[in-house]
């Protein structure tokens, strides 16, 4: 690399718009190569991503080679065609063999180059089948409370984030975002079917005030991201499809974060032994060697379109590279045990993470498979930190120190102070104790400044 460091971080600040960042950023991370579960800053700083590059990197960093042989051969052969009345080898050979993963009935893929293009194209969908079969009136949606769908203005829409749309002007569709199931602080959060319970009659209440037969869709990750990786209660699932079954609704699974092994499956709505309508996925697909997004839909759902122009369609949705490149990643996941390995190291993961607890600063530890959460409180009783509190902590404090153990992890604030980590699927036991070491060492420290013993 002929850059220095120095000029790296003066070219980014003036030249590089960051996602969701402020512009100008004391010390920006630069990551200029990977090995394994393991980055390296300009600085030749190492650190464990246990984000995995925001829940996409599953395979960490050391198939570049094998990936890049897949994509030499498919570009050698036919560099690009579009999905357009057209198609290509790779697109229909990943839409047949991602569908056979795919809970049983799920049998048609649209592809994409990400995730808030999944969601775009899986809305459009659902309006197009609702008209094809004549009812149109649906065109209201449910999803939940600080959940995150993306930020195209139609996933932007079923966002439940109002910081983050309020500056775009009316929301493209019309949505009701109930509770998420985030039981930690909820009053009946220990009592898992009064809390289903409770959850489910909202959804129910949110249906008939919009009015049953306007509402289109209803649509949640299997385990919420946004909040901290929030789980469902039991049943709760099966309590989504009763009700879309009831009022002739759509159910979709957001599975951008939770599929492609996350929780351990491919679908991470298989734990849940439900059948959606629709799936979206996207960051893992690829394991993040290309960049991909994917719908999944029924024959339910699509038949009725069968005979139409679909009104949607994205030029370099399935691009042959990234088709060719998914199809690799479902090779190496199947080689390797990728699957076996989260669900091996699930429960060890679980107790490591869960020994957290003793620290004054960590109030609950939630999540499953490789995506889990800990959220900080202020002292024993769980006290909430405020906004300075938290811009203190969040913002302030831990990503520095973070950095500090060599670790990547992330500090999130949706009202409570929440740090997430997400590591490669490919990471062993080693791996993992490097990861929880390095967070305990940050949280004492933490909690020594900002909770009180
Ligand atoms: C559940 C969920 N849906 C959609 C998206 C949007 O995906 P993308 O950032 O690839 O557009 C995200 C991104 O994090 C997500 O977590």
């Known amino acids: ?13 003036d030249h590089l718009l960051l996602h969701f960042s402020k512009q100008r950023l004391d010390d920006l991370l630069v990551l200029e190569r990977g090995e394994g579960p393991y980055v390296f800053d300009t600085r030749g700083r190492r650190y464990v991503d246990a984000l995995s590059s925001l829940f996409c990197a599953q395979l960490g960093y050391s198939y570049g080679a094998e990936f890049a042989a897949a994509v030499t051969e ?16 790779p697109a229909i050979e990943l839409a047949q063999r991602l569908t056979a993963l795919a809970p049983a009935g799920l049998t048609r893929a649209y592809f994409t180059n990400g995730g808030s293009e999944a969601v775009e194209a899986a809305w459009k969908l659902v309006r197009e089948h609702y008209v094809a079969i004549g009812q149109p009136r649906r065109t209201k949606a449910i999803a939940r409370d600080v959940a995150y769908h993306g930020v195209t203005l139609g996933a932007l829409a079923l966002t439940g984030v109002p910081r983050f ?19 930690f602080r909820a009053p009946d959060g220990a009592d898992p079917a009064a809390f289903r319970d409770r959850l489910l009659a909202e959804v129910e209440a949110a249906i008939v005030a919009a009015g049953p037969d306007e509402v289109a869709l209803i649509v949640a990750e299997p385990v919420q991201n946004a909040g901290g990786c929030l789980t469902p209660p039991p049943g709760y699932w099966r309590g989504l499809r009763e009700l879309a079954d009831r009022y002739g609704i759509l159910l979709m699974a957001d599975e951008v974060i939770t599929g492609c092994g996350r929780l351990g499956e491919w679908f991470g709505v ?4 439900v059948t959606p309508d629709l799936v979206t ?3 893992g697909i690829t394991s993040a060697y290309a960049p991909m997004g994917a719908v999944l839909a029924t024959d339910r759902v699509v038949e009725p379109l069968d005979a139409r122009v679909l009104r949607h369609g994205i030029t370099f949705g399935g691009h042959p590279a990234s088709a060719a490149v998914a199809l690799r990643n479902l090779d190496i996941f199947a080689r390797d045990g990728v699957l076996e390995n989260v669900r091996a190291l699930e429960p060890y993961l679980r107790d490591r993470l869960g020994d957290l607890l003793a620290l004054p600063i960590v109030g609950d530890v939630r999540g499953a498979g490789f995506f889990w959460a800990i959220e900080l409180v202020k002292d024993d009783a769980n006290g909430r930190f405020d906004q300075a509190e938290r811009d203190a902590l969040l913002r302030g404090y831990l990503p520095g120190r973070l950095r500090e153990a060599g670790l990547i992890a992330r500090a999130d604030d949706r009202g409570d102070a929440v740090l997430q980590i997400a590591p490669p699927l490919i990471s062993d036991n080693a791996v993992l104790d490097e990861i929880v070491g390095g967070l305990s060492d940050v949280l004492t420290d933490a909690g020594k400044r900002f909770a009180a013993a």
């Not at 298989?270 to 032994?273: G, K, V």
């Open 1 to 13: 690399m002929t850059t220095t460091h120095d000029e790296l971080q003066r070219s980014a600040a």
């Open 281 to 283: 996925v996207a960051k």
């Open 270 to 273: 298989a734990r849940e032994d």
């Open 165 to 183: 749309k309020d500056a775009f002007g009316p929301p493209p569709i019309d949505v009701t975002h109930v509770s998420n199931t985030n039981a």
């Open 74 to 89: 498919q570009l050698t052969r036919l560099p690009f065609n579009t999905n357009w009345a057209t198609a290509h080898p």
